[in-house]
């Protein structure tokens, strides 16, 4: 009762902007205030200005002194609906996030270090700066998250009142600070002049993330309008299934300059089987591109069916010649592909190849490469594998294909090369090597959910991949070469946590592609307790032709715990069309 009392009382001094008293260590900054950036679109001013005053200088009160990429403007816009009232239609949030997500954006050099939380990656984090940060950001959400928003000081420390209101852990965090045992609050009583992990996390969101940085007035000086029509050479790599190769229409839409329709052909370099899609994106700030495209769907088409309607996330670059992203769809948008896209050329471009690797002392190995623009004769000495890579002949060509026939001498140095044809360079393309020393199954650790027909199943693909060691002869260092994935058979083993342990029999099937499919959920009356079909396991894969020292299959692990669904929906999907 008490929580709920306070945070009735606090909620009007948020949405004034005035400091709140239930948080001393989060008070607004006493330093003299940051130059807030002016709102200039009137549909903003109208549906925003009851609350967001403006002042004689144009700005708003807290959105001028806040930045973020289009999620997380998409997403403060939603909670404006939920819990402020506001009433828009999808064309007006539409409008306002664009506006928002592109004067109140971030530089592509804020953005890209953290796109996968826009890309809806998996990831381990590694740009958390200390343990105190940690436990009061990142233990409930990535650190990306807050990363997605620049902010002023002052508004930082409201966003940390904004949690204590809403989230009563969110002050234990906040004051305690957590570590790997739970609430640190020994180290609270031992050292009380220490500063709270809510001050080490402003100093740190407020330095790193500012509201005001050379990227971003760099890139608002140069910011332009995206000049994306025309015909784009796509390239993508989808786990499971490999790489492909092909083209994108891109036309302008709806009479605007940062809207445009879309239409892709990729083929297997593997199987020679095709994709066709179509969609809509919109670049925001110049840069990034966000999107939606679909296929044509199987009948029964199975989960991980690539006509399935996507989510495309992308970057462009600067100068408008390429752009990489992920494209995704799935529950838990637990399917993507990575994509890159590069304008075409007049002059012989290089684009992929059918082979990740060469085997050292290997004689007449064909490799295909899939090109643009070549000329109507190539010679062998056009091409260029490295040191000890021999291009004996060219079997055939096109103007789009290269077909060679090289050799590898024996002492060829292992590790990734480059593949060159005249000017044109495919960068660390292929590995040439000796041996594969071990597998590696990606990703390493994952994350599966239990469904039904009420609560979509969460999927998992798997892949196993081949390395051979580096000169320090450890496995799993930095300097071992990747040569790429490679067949093997798939498994599911226990992992043993509990006594007893059998959620190798409850929790889905692997199948010989390397997707895990989990069961149902709901209480099983043929387990024990009736329990649910969780679980953890391991995903086993054992090579089909690659043998260890010892003559055995070279397998690998990768650790997998099945869940229960996401019950409850937090977002508002009538908003997001």
């Known amino acids: 009762m008490k929580i709920l009392l306070a945070s009735?009382?606090?909620?009007?001094?948020?949405?004034?902007?005035?400091?709140?008293?239930?948080?001393?260590?989060?008070?607004?900054?006493?330093?003299?205030p940051e130059q807030g950036i002016p709102v200039t679109n009137q549909l903003v001013i109208?549906?925003?200005?009851?609350?967001?005053?403006?002042?004689?200088?144009?700005?708003?009160?807290?959105?001028?002194?806040?930045?973020?990429?289009?999620?997380?403007?998409?997403?403060?816009?939603?909670?404006?609906?939920?819990?402020?009232?506001?009433?828009?239609?999808?064309?007006?949030?539409?409008?306002?996030?664009?506006?928002?997500?592109?004067?109140?954006?971030l530089a592509p050099e804020e953005a890209n270090p953290i796109n996968y939380y826009a890309e809806k990656r998996i990831q381990d984090?590694?740009?958390?700066?200390?343990?105190?940060?940690?436990?009061?950001?990142?233990?409930?959400?990535?650190?990306?998250?807050?990363?997605?928003?620049?902010?002023?000081?002052?508004?930082?420390?409201y966003l940390a009142n904004l949690h204590v209101a809403l989230y009563p852990q969110a002050d234990e965090a906040f004051r305690l600070g957590i570590n790997a045992g739970g609430m640190d609050e020994e180290r609270h009583h031992l050292e009380p002049g220490a500063p709270l992990p809510v001050d080490v996390a402003l100093a740190y969101l407020s330095k790193t993330a500012a509201l005001d940085t050379p990227e971003?007035?760099?890139?608002?000086?140069?910011?332009?309008?995206?000049?994306?029509?025309?015909?784009?050479?796509?390239?993508?790599?989808?786990?499971?299934?490999?790489?492909?190769?092909g083209d994108m229409d891109v036309e302008a839409a709806n009479g605007t300059d940062d809207e445009f329709t879309t239409k892709v052909k990729l083929t297997s370099i593997k199987d020679g089987s095709t994709i066709s899609r179509t969609g809509h994106s919109l670049v925001y700030a110049g840069y990034a591109w966000r999107g939606r495209s679909q296929g044509t769907l199987a009948a029964n088409a199975a989960p991980d069916d690539l006509g399935s309607v996507m989510r495309e996330v992308m970057s462009i670059s600067p100068d408008q010649s390429t752009a990489e992203g992920r494209w995704f769809w799935g529950e838990y948008q637990e399917f993507g592909f990575d994509v890159k896209m590069q304008r075409p050329s007049a002059d012989p471009t290089l684009i992929g190849a059918d082979r990740s690797l060469l085997k050292s002392g290997s004689e007449g190995t064909r490799v295909r490469l899939l090109a643009e623009s070549l000329p109507a004769q190539i010679a062998p000495a056009d091409l260029d594998f490295g040191t000890g890579v021999t291009v004996k002949r060219i079997v055939s060509h096109t103007p789009t294909e290269i077909v060679a026939e090289v050799d590898v001498a024996a002492d060829a140095v292992p590790g990734k090369r480059d593949i060159a044809f005249r000017r044109s360079v495919l960068q660390s393309a292929i590995a040439v090597y000796d041996r594969i020393d071990y597998i590696k199954v990606t990703p390493d650790s994952a994350l599966a959910h239990l469904g039904?027909?009420?609560?979509?199943?969460?999927?998992?693909?798997?892949?196993?991949?081949?390395?051979?060691?580096?000169?320090?002869?450890?496995?799993?260092?930095?300097?071992?070469?990747?040569?790429?994935?490679?067949?093997?058979?798939?498994?599911?083993?226990?992992?043993?946590?509990?006594?007893?342990?059998?959620?190798?029999?409850?929790?889905?099937?692997?199948?010989?592609?390397?997707?895990?499919?989990?069961?149902?959920?709901?209480?099983?009356?043929?387990?024990?307790?009736?329990?649910?079909?969780?679980?953890?396991?391991?995903v086993v894969a054992t090579a089909k032709d690659e043998k260890d020292k010892e003559g055995k299959p070279l397998t690998g692990k990768s650790y997998l715990v099945v869940t229960v669904p996401t019950y409850i929906k937090w977002d508002q999907p009538e908003v997001g069309q």
């Open 46 to 105: 109208s549906k925003c200005g009851a609350c967001h005053t403006k002042d004689d200088k144009g700005n708003m009160l807290r959105i001028s002194w806040e930045r973020a990429t289009p999620e997380g403007w998409e997403e403060a816009i939603k909670r404006m609906v939920r819990l402020r009232g506001v009433s828009l239609t999808p064309e007006e949030a539409r409008s306002i996030l664009k506006y928002l997500a592109t004067s109140h954006g």
């Open 8 to 32: 009735i009382l606090l909620a009007p001094l948020l949405a004034q902007g005035q400091k709140p008293q239930a948080a001393p260590s989060a008070e607004p900054a006493k330093s003299a």
């Open 216 to 245: 971003w007035a760099a890139w608002r000086a140069r910011m332009r309008a995206p000049k994306l029509a025309g015909r784009w050479i796509v390239s993508a790599y989808i786990p499971g299934r490999g790489r492909f190769y």
């Open 452 to 538: 039904s027909q009420q609560h979509p199943k969460g999927y998992q693909q798997f892949e196993a991949v081949a390395y051979q060691r580096g000169a320090d002869g450890k496995p799993h260092t930095a300097d071992d070469v990747e040569l790429g994935p490679i067949d093997v058979n798939w498994s599911v083993e226990e992992f043993y946590s509990t006594y007893g342990d059998d959620d190798r029999e409850f929790v889905g099937s692997l199948s010989n592609k390397g997707l895990f499919t989990p069961s149902s959920d709901g209480p099983n009356p043929q387990r024990k307790f009736s329990r649910n079909n969780y679980g953890d396991v391991w």
């Open 125 to 157: 984090e590694t740009n958390i700066p200390n343990d105190t940060v940690r436990g009061a950001c990142a233990n409930c959400h990535m650190l990306a998250r807050p990363l997605s928003w620049h902010r002023s000081a002052e508004d930082w420390k």
